[in-house]
């Protein structure tokens, strides 16, 4: 009985694990890609993607109650009639109020950035892999996961021999 158990369990992966990024949190190696407390093994990981988080909550309630205030003035001046007696300078100023939206989001980009983020699925499921605002850190890690994905792909997965020839049915 104990010999037919030994006999279905699957063989032990006899490749060693190589060690391509560390530091204190992210370990990437050849089998397994820990971030955090979350850990996946490399070869689960399918559809990797890069792109940029979210901007900034607190910028983004800024630029729109900017955007509601000028966009009330303007309103408020215009059913009162107070368009017709502005002079140029107020409506330099004014022009001035309805740009501030604009050069909200360019302060708040610039001094609060989108973090950078690496999504992909792991067994079927989308999943936030890793995130993190150190533009040269982001870079590493991902080039360190792509590095342990190419250790696992088929040698002749995108160029098959020449020789090879597809199966056909007879008929």
């Known amino acids: 009985m104990q010999a037919d158990r030994a006999s279905t369990r699957p063989p032990r992966w006899s490749r060693p694990t190589t060690l391509l990024y560390a530091r204190p ?27 940029r988080g979210p901007h900034d909550r607190l910028a983004a309630r800024i630029v729109t109650l900017a ?11 215009g059913f009162t009639g107070g368009l017709e007696r502005l002079t140029a300078g107020a409506y330099l100023g004014l022009g001035a109020v309805c740009l501030l939206p604009v050069l909200l989001v360019l302060l708040g980009d610039r001094w609060r950035p989108p ?3 690496l999504h992909g699925h792991c067994l079927g499921t989308e999943l936030l892999l890793f995130s993190s605002d150190d533009r040269e850190q982001f870079d ?3 080039e360190a996961l792509h590095q342990a994905r ?11 021999a020449p020789t090879a020839t597809y199966w056909r049915p007879t008929r």
Do not use: N
């Open 25 to 51: 949190g992210i370990v990437v190696t050849t089998e397994r890609f820990t971030a955090g407390r979350s850990s996946y093994a490399v070869a689960d990981l399918t559809h990797l993607r890069t792109g």
């Open 67 to 77: 955007a509601v205030g000028a966009g009330t003035v303007g309103v408020l001046l």
């Open 115 to 117: 973090a950078h983020e």
């Open 140 to 142: 590493q890690v991902v």
């Open 150 to 160: 190419e250790q696992h792909r088929y040698p002749d997965a995108d160029d098959p």
